[in-house]
């Protein structure tokens, strides 16, 4: 079974729960002929993070802060996805930093909601995927689902977001957030600015991001390489409205797409994700 950690200061008054996952792995039947397409190209590997022109996480807050969480979930390690014939479709490790802010007003307040309280959620994601068996049109898609208790606020890169130069598109992930939270066991006021950047190269392939209803998806594109390997990046936001919320279940997939003839295979996780506010009773 993947493992899952979690971090928190102990000057933070916050525990840092155990998170626990379940894992189902799914293959769709479909009965297509495959075929190899000559405009494809022997794969050769996508840029790495390393090579990124800027880089900046500035997501986690003074050891002070309170109401403050962070843990990093393993989702896959090294998972292989199959067909409905058991060919390999996606090798994939994928695994997130999940950061968890309450803002505006404390979680023990009995109006938190009415009063403009709010629960942010980052999510960081990070792994390789390394592609197998190619067919016409691939999407490779990687989707967070959420119950209606969280709100999907935006993923980063998002389409048609990258600058294309020959067979490379530039992306760029630039977000910012001025968090009104709280220290010293949430007496104090705290104006916390949450950053992160990176700026990545995809090569022979595109990627895909945005919101949807039940969470947010994205994915690389008919590539045009056989046998790519290419890092997993994104970074994913979402809000909360009410604390007791958590703990709360979201489920990671893994799915391989044949753009206009469906789902080939897939894989997912659900993942319990905690926030114990270090109140007292």
Known sequence: MPTTSSCACKLEPVCS?????????????????YHHYPEREEGREAPSPRAAKAFVNHLTPPITTSFFHKETIN????????DSASQLLETVTWRT???KYVTRLRP?????????????????H???????????????????????????MGQYPATDSGLQSGDNWSYNIDYTNTMPMFSNGGNNILDFEASYKNDFVRSKFQQTGGEVTDG???????????????????????????????PVKITFEAIVN????????????????????????
Do not use: W
């Open 108 to 124: 023990d307040d009995p109006n938190f909601e009415q009063k403009g309280g709010e629960i942010f959620i980052i999510m960081v």
């Open 17 to 33: 729960a155990l998170t626990t996952t379940t894992y189902t792995a799914h293959t769709v039947h479909h009965h297509h002929h």
């Open 126 to 152: 990070t792994g390789t995927s390394k592609m197998g068996k190619p067919f016409l049109l691939p999407e490779y898609l990687k989707a967070i689902r959420v119950p209606s208790s969280i709100i999907p």
């Open 75 to 82: 989702i896959f390690d090294n998972l292989g996805i199959l």
């Open 258 to 281: 044949d753009m206009g003839l469906g789902v080939r295979g897939s894989a997912s996780k659900e993942v319990t994700i905690p926030f114990d506010f270090g109140l007292k009773a």
């Open 97 to 99: 930093e999940v950061y």
């Open 216 to 246: 947010v998806e994205f994915a690389a594109v008919s590539p045009r390489a056989i046998n790519l390997n290419y890092p997993i990046l994104g970074l994913s936001v979402f809000k909360c409205l009410d604390p007791a919320a958590f």
